[in-house]
Structure formats: structure tokens, C-alpha cells
């Protein structure tokens, strides 16, 4: 089951289009800086973009820092919340449960579809920023090390390790998006309410987090520790919030992925 | 083949089935009448274990459902409610999705399956285009062609003739004819009473969600015990069967009388002329009628 979900992803033309159109946003950003070299400041704009004028192979990770906040979770938000909504509204769950496939093979072929996406999302965004930060941009340090956000120098080897963390904290934060968003599939008639459902709770989650009065709530909001990934990237190593990040995304994944296994493999069928 | 006892199903106050209690045997060509909301495809939804039943017990191709969906499905083909499919893909590029779904798949045959699938439903000339573009009744018989992919041994079919011209109709009736003739059974449900006339052996009535009426359609269409006899000879014939006529309308002569053939005999006999003669036998719209109104004032 799980090979006929990811050969209807790969098949799907709006998979490709939606990795293009996330693609386009940091390329366009590239393009402009290369064109104008204008960057932030150090310390302001996205994380990471100061650096890359300076050092294009740096990009990629500026890329994904741009990506990750908003088009990444829209496009998990759409993707996931379709999963078992957008079969039922087709016609096609029925047909998928009497052949029979078991309510939660479904449920995990439909989620690893949606990691498989946001895998071929995050790669394609890495290598085409790849290709765009060592073309168009400051390729300064040619020698063998990096510079950490700290300021202080980071080998290659140490620079990969780094990123390779930084990716998995992320797909671990978009596993947390995907599993909001296949619960609400579960629970309502129409793919398009799953996944708006899904993004008022992030928006409502960003709001929060910029209210003082919503202090209590702020260590248990989703997006609280989503761009913690940058710390992995201090000198030593800051832990904690990528810790709590982690601990805070494994319960939203456990609570959510539960409640959809409960809800779906009780529920009539009945579109 | 199937068996249910006391299924019922309520969603919320709602009684959607109540106490339904079906036999299908092997061999059946079973028709399952009811009028639209009756509760026919909260039944079916049942018996293939999309809709979990309040109470009762359901038991297909002799285990019990839902519970032993994973031996009794996949040698079920099933419609319900109309075709779904993925309508960017091709007819053929869907089978190929839902066979290679769940359990059993069989890879190697599977090609061929979908040739065989595809000509038994008259969609062997199908080409690339997307489903998107299938007219209703093209869509109609690739979701019989879904059904008939793995060969199997009961069919579950809801409305199966929904949207077909009488040309299709006819063709599919035909198709499932001879396969109830090659030995598989047919679970059949529908609206339409000439249609259930014209194919079933068994028809259950669903009224209301109650099952009003299970019997063998030869039975439910048994004689009356009344000879209908047309004769421009009304007067002759009239005085001959005086005190046996139930009613005349025009050259139409409703005798009691149930030898047919000793009518015939006298009538001839004394110079009357017969243009039709015949035993008067229930009509399937007549029974189902009676037994849904009778449930109706049950209420």
C-alpha cells in the first residue's frame, strides 16, 4: 500500500507544482541578493541570509530557514489534509477499504506519502539553493572551513552533520504539521476544511507566540521551537530549545496521530 | 452466503436499519429492493464493513463481519453508490491502483486480469484519456470492471445499471446472468422493480429500514387463482361463467377459476372465441407495494 501511495504522489502533477512553486520563493530571493547585493543586516531577515552574500554554499540552509516558517506547513497542511478526506470526497476510500486494505496500513501509507513530500520538498528547495548560492553568490571562503553563527569556524564535516540535524529537527516539526492535519482528515467531509483547519492552528499558534498575555501557553504552541534548528548551528551547540522542540513535537505526533487511528478505525463510512 | 441477524444501525436517534435479517444463498441471484432512504446502502455499507453496525451479527461467505474482512473481502467485488476513481488517471491505469491495493495482490496476472475486466464490462476498445472524461455510463461499467478484477465469488453490487442507456442494460444483465451461471452469486440492490423482476431468483424488501418481505421470486409471482380470459365473445361467455366472473373490463374477463386449461376447454366447447387466455399471477410491484404499506401502518 505503502508503494501505491508514493507512486500516486510522484504521478501527481500538483506534487511537482507545489515543490516548484516553494522552489521559486528562495530562488527569487537568490536572485535578488546576487543582482543587488543587498543582504540584512547580521542578525535581522531571515537566519542565515546575512552570511550568504559572503558565502553562497551557505544558501541552501538560508533557503530552507525561509521556506520552513510558512510554505513548507501550507504545503504539508494541503497535502496531509487530504490524505483520507480527499479519497472519501472522490469516492475512492470505499473502494480502497473493500479491496480490503486495512484502515491503519491506509493511515500510514498516507503518512509516510506525506514525509516522502516533504523529503523530495526539502531537497529540491537544497539543491536548487545549492546551485544558486555557489553560481550567483559570494563564494569568499574557498577554504575548507565555515563560519558558525557564533562566529567561530566549523569544518565541512562538522557543517554537514549540522545540516543533516538541522533537517531531521525539521521534518520532525513538519511530521507534527502532517499529523494535525491527517487527524482533521479524518474528522471532516472535505479535504479543503482539513486543511484549513490545520493552518488556523499554526496561524493561531504564530499569533500567540507574539502575545505577552499568552506566556502560559507559549512553551505548548507548535511553532514554538520550529526555527530552533538555527542553534544547531551556535558554537558550542545550543541544546535546549532544540530539545524541548523535539520532546514538544513527539507529543503533538503521538497525541494526533492517536486520536486519527481512533477516529478513523471506528467511523462509518458513509461518502 | 450472506446472513445477518438482527443488524441494526442507528446514527445518533435515527434508526437507519432495524432487526434486518438477510439470507443469501449460494447460486442466488438476489435482489434487494427499497425505496431511496430506505436504508439499502446502509445495509450494503454494512455487509462490507464501512459502516459498523449497532447491533447484530453479519456473516459473509461463512465468517463473520467486519471482523474477518481480510479473508472475506478480497473475494468480494463490490459497488456502492457509484464508481470512484482517480479522475486524472485512465481506466485502466485505476484497476492497476486498486488491484495493486491490499492484500493478495497478484502482480504477474494482473495485466491480463484488467484485459478480461475491461472486455466483460465492453470496455476493451477504452484508450489513455482520463477517467475525468468517461461518460456516466462508461464510469459505471469501469466500477463493474473494479468489481470483477480479482474473479471473485460474491458480487456486492449497488445500482449497477445507474446511468446506463437500455442498450448497457441490457448487456450487463446479460454479463451478470452468466456469471450467477458460472457459479458466482449476486447481491443485487436497487429501486427499480422491473429490474429485480427481470434477473433475481431471491428479492428482499426493505421498507423503512425493516425487512418486510424475503422470499423466492417465483413464489412472491404465484398464481391468483384467477384466469384472465380476452374473447370478443364477452356476452356467450359471460353467461357460460355467471357467478365465477370477478370483473370485466372491455374484452377482458377476470374468472375465479384455477384450471386454466378445463376453462379454455368449456369455453371452446360452446362456440366461444378465445383471442387470450391465462392464469392471473402476482405482480413483484403488487407484493412489494402490500408489504410496504402494511409496514407502514405498523408504525
Redesign the interface.
Same mark, same amino acid.
Given at each position: 500500500m505503502i508503494g501505491v501511495e508514493l507512486r500516486k504522489l510522484l504521478w501527481s502533477r500538483r506534487t511537482w507544482v507545489t515543490i516548484l512553486l516553494i522552489d521559486a520563493l528562495p530562488t527569487l530571493v537568490g536572485v535578488l541578493l546576487a543582482v543587488t547585493d543587498l543582504g540584512p543586516r547580521p542578525g535581522t531577515g531571515p537566519a542565515f541570509l546575512s552570511a550568504v552574500l559572503t558565502d553562497g554554499t551557505l544558501f541552501p540552509l538560508a533557503a530552507l530557514a525561509i521556506v520552513l516558517p510558512l510554505f513548507l506547513p501550507i504545503a504539508v497542511a494541503v497535502t496531509a489534509g487530504e490524505a483520507i478526506a480527499g479519497e472519501a470526497q472522490q469516492g475512492t476510500l470505499r473502494y480502497l477499504l473493500v479491496r480490503p486494505v486495512g484502515r491503519t496500513r491506509l493511515l500510514v501509507a498516507k503518512l509516510v506519502s506525506v514525509m516522502a513530500f516533504v523529503v523530495l520538498t526539502v531537497v529540491v528547495v537544497a539543491a536548487t539553493a545549492y546551485v544558486v548560492g555557489t553560481l550567483l553568490l559570494g563564494s569568499d571562503s574557498v577554504s575548507a572551513g565555515t563560519t558558525s553563527v557564533s562566529g567561530s569556524g566549523l569544518s565541512t564535516q562538522e557543517m554537514a552533520l549540522r545540516t543533516l540535524l538541522a533537517l531531521a529537527y525539521a521534518m520532525l516539526c513538519m511530521l507534527g504539521v502532517a499529523a494535525i492535519a491527517l487527524f482533521l482528515s479524518t474528522v471532516v467531509r472535505s479535504p479543503l476544511s482539513a486543511a484549513l483547519g490545520t493552518m488556523g492552528v499554526l496561524a493561531t499558534s504564530t499569533v500567540l507566540l507574539t502575545l505577552d498575555a499568552a506566556h502560559l501557553l507559549q512553551p505548548y504552541l507548535p511553532t514554538r521551537y520550529w526555527l530552533a534548528f538555527v542553534d544547531l548551528f551556535r558554537d558550542p551547540i545550543l541544546w535546549r530549545d532544540v530539545e524541548r522542540g523535539v520532546l514538544l513535537q513527539v507529543v503533538y505526533v503521538v497525541v494526533f496521530l492517536g486520536a486519527a487511528w481512533a477516529n478513523f478505525m471506528t467511523k462509518d463510512i458513509t461518502d | 452466503m450472506i446472513r445477518t441477524e438482527g443488524l441494526t444501525k442507528h446514527?445518533g436517534r435515527i434508526a437507519a436499519v432495524e432487526d434486518v435479517g438477510l439470507e443469501v444463498r449460494d447460486g442466488d441471484v438476489y435482489g434487494f429492493l427499497g425505496a431511496n432512504g430506505s436504508g439499502k446502502t446502509?445495509t450494503v !455499507?454494512m455487509l =462490507?464493513?464501512? $459502516?459498523?453496525p449497532t447491533s447484530g451479527s453479519i456473516e459473509v461467505l461463512g465468517r463473520s463481519m467486519p471482523g474477518s474482512? !481480510?479473508e472475506v473481502?478480497?473475494r468480494?467485488g463490490?459497488m $456502492?453508490?457509484?464508481?470512484? @476513481?482517480?479522475?486524472? =488517471?485512465s481506466g485502466r491505469a485505476n484497476l492497476a $491502483? @486498486?488491484d495493486?491495493?491490499?492484500?493478495g495482490r497478484d502482480r504477474p496476472s494482473r495485466a491480463g486480469r484488467i484485459d478480461d475486466a475491461l472486455a466483460q464490462v465492453g470496455l476493451d476498445g477504452v484508450d489513455r484519456r482520463p477517467v475525468r472524461a468517461y461518460s456516466l455510463g462508461m464510469r459505471q461499467r469501469l466500477g463493474l470492471a473494479?468489481a470483477l478484477l480479482r474473479r471473485p465469488r460474491l458480487l456486492v453490487l449497488d445500482e449497477p445499471t445507474n446511468g446506463l442507456d437500455p442498450q448497457g442494460i441490457r448487456e450487463i444483465r446479460r454479463l451478470l446472468l452468466d456469471l450467477n451461471a458460472a457459479g458466482t452469486t449476486v447481491f443485487l440492490s436497487s429501486h427499480l422493480l422491473t429490474e429485480i423482476e427481470q434477473m433475481c431468483t431471491r428479492v428482499g424488501v426493505l421498507d423503512r429500514g425493516r425487512l418486510v418481505l424475503q422470499d423466492q421470486l417465483e413464489h412472491l409471482q404465484r398464481p391468483t387463482g384467477r384466469t384472465v380470459v380476452r374473447t370478443p365473445d364477452t356476452d356467450a361467455a359471460l353467461a357460460l361463467l355467471d357467478g365465477h366472473v370477478e370483473r370485466q373490463e372491455g374484452d377482458t374477463i377476470w374468472v375465479r377459476a384455477d384450471d386454466p386449461l378445463a376453462l379454455n376447454a368449456s369455453l371452446v366447447r360452446v362456440g366461444v372465441r378465445v383471442l387470450e387466455l391465462g392464469p392471473e399471477r402476482h405482480t413483484l410491484e403488487d407484493v412489494v407495494l402490500q408489504a410496504a404499506t402494511a409496514s407502514g401502518d405498523r408504525r
Open positions: - | 446514527y446502509t !455499507r =462490507l464493513g464501512l $459502516v459498523l474482512g !481480510r473481502l478480497p468480494i463490490a $456502492v453508490e457509484g464508481p470512484g @476513481f482517480y479522475p486524472q =488517471l $491502483v @486498486f495493486a491495493s491490499g492484500p473494479a
